[in-house]
């Protein structure tokens, strides 16, 4: 471990260099766009407009380095579950109800009861949104994954009623924010997490965590579907690859940001081993990890719910950064 601690990108994951390559390829990806298109990348859902004014919601994703330790503990089904509601929760930020899922499944070799596994957590999980699991693909790779591993990717569909589709634009200066909070790591900053652990057995009971270290580690990615479908708000962020300062920012028009209020809500124990353990500086931690907010929603002061998580506001951005956390 170098002395000034562990980083994503020193890990092996650098989101930087990933927006860069976006960049480069967005010309690209705007070419296939026809008028149908109502927002492609950079939302948490691609939306496609149909003839009677609602729209398709669309997006897909992958869990991750929390596949291996997966692997390591035996314990599959919860990666089913953190593939769907991973999904879910994208396209739940455009105010689309779920359709149907599809999955893609690649291994060295077929084990029978890891996939048995996979598909009872994406089954449970894809009734409890009222969605169907519709299909997929099951791919059998040796020479591209060692016996033993494998990757899962999804799939999802959505409708957003003619209407609904959230208006980012009608998000002001003094608008709140409301934090919804996560079940811990969720499906990202795997590889950093990795390296910090590296050398710790997965059965090992931290005293700050109370419970062995796996099973932290592997807690399923919570389904905000049912609360966002309660809740009257103007955008949401689902905080996922990027962290706090990474993905906040995808919600709010240009000339906004938001200032949040550190106090305001409780860190899960595991985030502050992880920087303890790793020497992981404050910034690095806010822009890889949720930090125990797994969605954060853009609210009218008056449509605040009584007993909500208020964690900060929208102000207006003075500066290149459009997230504070003080």
């Known amino acids: 471990m170098s002395a000034e601690g562990l980083s994503y990108a020193a890990a092996g994951v650098d989101i930087e260099a990933y927006e860069r390559a976006l960049e480069r390829v967005k010309p690209l990806i705007a070419a296939t766009h026809g008028r149908e298109v109502a927002a492609g990348v950079g939302p948490f859902a691609g939306l496609y407009s149909l003839p009677d004014g609602s729209h398709l919601a669309a997006s897909a994703d992958g869990v991750g380095t929390k596949i291996k330790l997966a692997i390591a503990a035996s314990s599959h089904r919860g990666i089913g579950v953190d593939i769907v509601n991973h999904c879910v929760n994208d396209i739940a930020t455009a105010r689309a109800r779920p359709l149907f899922f599809l999955d893609y499944f690649a291994t060295g070799k077929l084990e029978p ?43 999802i569909v959505g ?6 589709r959230p208006d980012t634009s ?16 969720h499906t990202n900053g795997f590889s950093l997490v990795r390296k910090v652990f590296e050398d710790v057995p997965l ?34 962020a689902h905080v996922t690859g990027g962290g706090i300062l990474g993905n906040l920012p995808r919600c709010l028009p240009e000339g906004l940001g938001a200032r949040l209020d550190r106090r305001a ?13 790793g020497r992981v500086s404050d910034d690095e931690m806010n822009g890889t990890f949720n930090m125990g907010l797994g969605m954060v929603l853009v609210c009218s ?13 929208v102000v207006r951005q003075t500066g290149p950064d459009r997230v504070e956390i003080h």
């Open 265 to 277: 809500w409780q860190v899960p124990p595991v985030f502050e081993l992880i920087r303890k353990r």
């Open 113 to 155: 009861d890891v996939f048995n596994q996979l598909i009872e957590g994406m089954s449970e999980a894809c009734s409890a949104a009222g969605c169907a699991l519709l299909g997929g693909e099951t791919a059998e790779m040796p020479g591209v994954y060692s016996l033993g591993d494998y990757d899962l990717a999804g799939f």
């Open 203 to 236: 059965k090992r009971v931290f005293p700050e965590l109370g419970k062995p270290l796996g099973e932290v580690l592997l807690e399923p990615h919570r389904s905000y579907l049912q609360e966002l479908n309660a809740m009257r708000w103007k955008g949401g």
């Open 301 to 313: 002061r008056d449509d605040v719910q009584k007993g909500a998580m208020i964690v900060g506001e």
């Open 170 to 185: 009608s998000i002001s200066e003094g608008d709140v924010l409301v934090g919804l909070p996560s079940s811990g790591l």
């Open 159 to 164: 409708r957003i009623e003619p209407g609904q």
